[in-house]
């Protein structure tokens, strides 16, 4: 699990009864996916710098067709 941290934080009152109407849970949880989309928008902009940078090869049609993988078992 992840280390928790207990903060006190000062936030608009409105702002909060907003998030948290929208969100349907409490303040804790509010703030926690409030948290998640801050770190998930750096990471998708790290990618978007990436962008045109690293050559990746992927052919298409070759991953469509079926392939006759032996397991180890019976079919």
Same mark, same amino acid.
């Given at each position: ?9 000062? #936030?608009?009152?409105? !702002? !909060? ?7 349907? #849970? ?23 710098? !990436?962008?045109?940078? #690293? ?21």
């Amino acid at each position: 699990m992840t280390e928790m941290k207990k903060v006190t934080a000062f #936030v608009p009152a409105g !702002l !909060l009864a907003s998030a948290q109407e929208e969100t349907g #849970v409490g303040i804790s949880e509010t703030l926690r996916i409030g948290l998640q989309k801050i770190a998930h928008e750096r990471f998708y902009k790290g990618m978007q710098a !990436l962008r045109g940078k #690293v050559d990746f090869e992927f052919d298409i049609d070759a991953s469509r067709e079926d392939k006759d993988h032996d397991f180890g078992g019976e079919r």
